[in-house]
């Protein structure tokens, strides 16, 4: 009898631990919805993809709702709850074509491999072709137009969305961050001391147009700027053509960009993002120019970019740094960066216990661990990007 009443008592307890909890996290009926887009990787096809997402999201939005800081900041106290149905991106049905040269080069690498040189090789152009096709400006136009249009669907539908890539995937998504915000103001950009008859027109241009914020492939897409062989973005030298397009250009922002506060973060996962973009750290280049741009971007707007990878996943690579609020201000664009919650953070020690040939397709796998080194990033990446302790109140 004197277990039974433990029992029930330990059953109590725990029962009433629990509801406690849900009652500390309570979401608001006419929450606004975030819902998560999920990119893929090299090689995957729909079903198998499908499959690997609906496995691990249930325990996202668990994990999400269930943590005190990003109840509090990302969710805003329950007026905001995190979609229960995932949203799928799927690209690799684009690759077929290219796909197709690879396997035909495999089969005649049969005729003098052996076993083992064959699953190398296979293993390697495959996870590496998506990559590199994904990375091409030329292929990844349409897949960035498209996943806009998933963004703006979310936005019309009066949701918000945080972006996940995923291996190969991850490129795209940073892509779309670098590509798609709405980094760049015209309203900013123009020089008093410019002399030449494009930089008179802009700066006259500016005072009498209210232009909206803009993102690079508006630029690029109303053909306003060229990208050059030597890393440089150029004006179009075209005069009567910039005269005609500029005014024009909020309907380009409108088309191309990401819709106003509807992007609240990225999260990137097995991502090789150091091994593709190691060039992003050269002073004075374009790419390094964009990136101080976009990180300003996601500080000054309440947004997160997460890097997530597991130690022994040989694909996944760390960012060259993590910064900080205070090494960012060193930089030259941003020096005047004015923080209001946004933050960058790099996890790349997250423990897993499974090979290391298998540990870049385990995120998969335990959707609870997953979800939940995701938690501990944006935990340990908003204090240490602001150089809070466990005791701040601002936690």
């Not at 020690?349 to 298998?358: D, G, I, P, R």
């Amino acid at each position: 009898m004197k277990r039974f009443i433990m029992s029930w008592l330990v059953c109590f307890m725990l029962c009433s631990a629990v509801c406690a909890k849900e009652e500390d996290f309570p979401v608001k009926p006419d929450a606004k919805q975030i819902d998560i887009i999920y990119i893929h990787g090299a090689y995957e096809t729909k079903e198998a993809f499908d499959k690997s997402v609906n496995n691990v999201h249930g325990d996202m939005v668990k994990q999400f709702s269930s943590d005190p800081l990003m109840y509090k900041k990302l969710l805003d106290n329950g007026n905001k709850k995190i979609g229960e149905e995932p949203v799928i991106f799927f690209w690799a049905d684009k690759t077929t074509e290219s796909l197709k040269v690879i396997d035909k080069a495999l089969a005649y690498a049969k005729n003098f491999s052996s076993k083992i040189a064959q699953f190398g090789r296979e293993t390697l152009s495959h996870t590496l072709h998506d990559a590199i096709w994904i990375s091409k400006s030329s292929n990844s136009r349409e897949l960035l137009n498209n996943l806009n249009n998933y963004v703006k669907t979310e936005s019309e539908k009066g949701q918000e969305v945080i972006l996940y890539g995923y291996s190969a995937g991850s490129l795209l998504t940073v892509q779309y961050m670098t590509n798609r915000l709405p980094i760049l103001d015209l309203n900013e950009l123009y020089n008093d001391n410019d002399t030449s008859y494009t930089g008179k027109y802009l700066a006259n241009l500016v005072k009498t147009t209210k232009f909206e914020p803009t993102c690079l492939d508006a630029l690029k897409e109303s053909k306003l700027i060229f990208y050059t062989d030597s890393d440089e973005f150029v004006a179009n030298p075209n005069t009567e053509y910039l005269k005609n397009t500029l005014p024009q250009l909020n309907s380009y922002t409108e088309k191309f960009c990401a819709p106003k506060n509807t992007v609240k973060g990225f999260v990137v996962f097995g991502a090789p993002l150091t091994t593709f973009d190691s060039g992003i750290s050269k002073s004075g280049s374009a790419e390094n120019t964009l990136s101080q741009l976009v990180m300003k971007h996601l500080v000054e707007n309440d947004m997160f970019f997460l890097t997530v990878n597991y130690a022994n996943d040989f694909i996944g690579m760390p960012l060259p740094g993590i910064p900080t609020l205070d090494s960012l201000k060193e930089k030259d664009l941003l020096s005047d960066i004015e923080p209001k919650g946004g933050f960058i953070y790099d996890d790349s020690k997250v423990k897993n216990h499974t090979l290391f040939f298998s540990a870049h397709l385990a995120y998969w796998s335990s959707g609870k661990k997953f979800a939940k080194s995701i938690v501990n990033a944006y935990n340990a990446g908003y204090k240490h990007f602001y150089g809070l302790n466990d005791s701040d109140e601002r936690l």
